[in-house]
């Protein structure tokens, strides 16, 4: 009996054995963006599960993990972490991409920029306000880690943030919260986040460039 994805049974086939990380709901992202193909995830599941049972591909696994997080209200908080991927680029070399990502604590709305060179202040500054015209609007409080674009230094428990970002919290009213780096009970939305940009949409992607890559993420 024919299934509908069997059209694109060689193409999927040619990715998990090229990929055998390849997760279902990467393949159900690139069918959607290579061939406009509107496809439920949960198809797509079964189709490579029974895939990978009939050729016998084998998935490499790797752990999961899982952080219970205390809810919080509406609006209240922005989480804000940052990753870095090295990818294959058109020239045949490698790209690292730095990758900053953001997450609204209560709905889980998302949104994420790359760039091909390490993220300033004034770059953190730009996206801040990319990310805020893309969710229509602002939370009460971002929280990062202590991370030297934000902030220079911490003074007996006082914040000293770098000049462009201080200036940023004082023009938008914005409630600044730092915390430690891999803090699953402060920030494990976003570290969930930044872990799926880099394991599902950066993954065996080919860079081009910065103009490109974002415009493929926020697809």
């Known amino acids: 009996m024919r299934k509908y994805l069997d ?9 998990l ?3 055998p990380d390849l997760t279902a709901a990467q393949v159900c992202d690139w069918l959607k963006e290579h061939y406009q193909e509107e496809v ?3 198809t797509v599941s079964r189709y ?5 049972e009939e050729y016998r591909l084998k998935k490499s696994m790797t ?3 899982y952080e219970a997080v205390p809810e919080l209200p509406m609006g209240q908080q922005m989480q804000v972490d940052f990753g870095q991927k090295m990818m294959p680029n058109v020239d045949g070399g490698q790209t690292k991409v730095y990758v900053a990502a953001f997450v609204l604590f209560r709905s889980r709305y998302k949104y994420a920029q790359e760039q091909s060179r390490p993220f300033t202040s004034v770059d953190l500054v730009r996206i801040c306000h990319d990310c805020f015209q893309y969710m229509g609007g602002m939370p ?3 929280v990062f880690d202590q991370d030297s674009i934000v902030c220079v230094s911490e003074n007996a428990g006082d914040i000293i943030y770098t000049y462009e970002f201080k200036k940023f919290r004082q023009e938008c009213g914005l409630s600044i919260r730092m915390c430690r780096g891999a803090d699953p009970e402060s920030k494990g939305k976003i570290e969930n986040v930044v872990k799926y940009i880099k394991g599902n949409f950066l993954s065996h992607r080919l860079y081009v460039d910065d103009g490109i890559l974002n415009g493929s993420c926020l697809d």
């Open 40 to 42: 439920s995830e949960r």
């Open 48 to 52: 490579v599960k029974n895939l990978r």
């Open 17 to 19: 054995r090229e990929f």
């Open 140 to 142: 009460e409080e971002l």
């Open 7 to 15: 059209k694109y049974q060689a193409q999927i086939i040619g990715w």
């Open 63 to 65: 752990p999961r993990e």
